[in-house]
Structure formats: C-alpha cells, structure tokens
T-cell receptor, first 110, second 113 residues
C-alpha cells in the first residue's frame, strides 16, 4: 500500500545551521503533500503543503518542493533556531485518506 | 474561530477498564479523524467519521470504536484496556475531504496501569 518514508531522527543541529529532512512517498498519481510539526505537549499543526508537481510550499522560513520525478518532498530551512525544536511529520493525501510518516525529532542546540 | 478541543487532557486507567474520549471539531468541519501516537509506533490512524458515518478505518482491534454526533462532535471508546493502549490520542478535524488540511487537537494522554 501507499506509504511515506522520512529520515529517522533524532536530528541534532546547532543554531543557524542548514536543515534538510528527507521525505519520499509511494502513492501513484498526484497526491497532496504536507509537512506537519508537533511542538512539545501539543498536537500536530500544518507547517506547509503542496498540491501539484513542482509546487513549493513555504512557511516560517521552511520550504519543500513537490518533486514528482523523485517522489520526494524534502523539508529545508536555511538557518534553524532553538524554537524549531519539535517533531516533523511528512504526509501524503490521496484517494480517500492521508498517510503520515513516522516523524523526525529535531533538536537545535544554542 | 475556536480550535479543536479534546477532553479530558489526561487520563489514568487500570487494565480491563474502558475509557471514552471526546473531540469537538472546528465549527463547520464535518470530518473527524482519530490517531494513536506512541514513541514506538509513531502516529497510527484509528478511524475517520464524516457526517456521523465511519468513512475510513485503520488496523486496530474491535476494542477501539468511535462515533460521531449530529453536531460533528466525536467520541472514541476503548474497552478492556491493555497496558499497550497507553498513548497520546489525537483527533483532527477537516473541513471536507480526508486529504485536506487536518487541524489537530492537543490530544488526550491515556496511561493504563
């Protein structure tokens, strides 16, 4: 069945470092793609999304581009902050359901 | 617009008991999904309700059930609790299609002793 694979964490970076969290999906067709973020003690919240090939989603300095040819939706940020420490989930929405990856925990050191 | 609310926020039960969790979606949203989140298994889909009907179901035993009311509020029930049911239970509301943006509540932390 369809699945979403994202890099396992935890990922630990220093403040102002460049961030990449890889995500690949397996759905056929053109699913919508999402990145959600979960801060400690909270539920998930949408970070960004893209609905068609070559779309770039962006929010709060984070970006991800929908790459149909590589079935990927990697999350990037040029300069991370301590406040970005959280768990990040990649997800795909296709047919009648949304599928989440296992999540990547990100630690940013001051 | 008020967000998704879940009650209670924390719950402690013992094995064999049953529990009911409640979720109130964003006003106007007709779809509610439930997820179980554990450190080992990550986020796992339980079920989705749309207009009082179960639209999708994950791979959980029959001890896990849910329902949705005419005002879109949803409840999930777990009977005969097991230690492995300890988890954060999240609900999410969606305006329409399952694949649209999901708006999550803060979750109910269930501990089974």
């Amino acid at each position: 069945g369809d699945s979403v694979t994202q890099m396992e964490g935890p990922v630990t970076l220093s403040e102002e470092a460049f961030l990449t969290i890889n995500c690949t999906y397996t759905a056929t067709g053109y699913p919508s793609l999402f990145w959600y973020v979960q801060y400690p003690g909270e539920g998930l919240q949408l970070l960004l999304k893209a609905t068609k090939a070559d779309d770039k989603g962006s929010n709060k300095g984070f970006e991800a581009t929908y790459r149909k040819e590589t079935t990927s939706f990697h999350l990037e940020k040029g300069s991370v902050q301590v406040s970005d420490s959280a768990v990040y989930f990649c997800a795909q929405g296709g047919d009648d359901k949304i599928i989440f990856g296992k999540g990547t925990r990100l630690h940013i050191l001051p | 617009k008020a967000g998704v609310t879940q009650t209670p926020r924390y719950l402690i039960k013992t094995r064999g008991q049953q529990v009911t969790l409640s979720c109130s979606p964003i006003s106007g949203h007709r779809s509610v999904s439930w997820y179980q989140q554990t450190p080992g298994q990550g986020l796992q889909f339980l079920f989705e309700y749309f207009s009082e009907t179960q639209r999708n179901k994950g791979n959980f035993p029959g001890r896990f059930s849910g329902r949705q009311f005419s005002n879109s509020r949803s409840e999930m029930n777990v009977s005969t609790l097991e230690l492995g049911d300890s988890a954060l239970y999240l609900c999410a509301s969606v305006a329409g299609r399952s694949t649209d943006t999901q708006y999550f509540g803060p979750g109910t932390r269930l501990t089974v002793l």
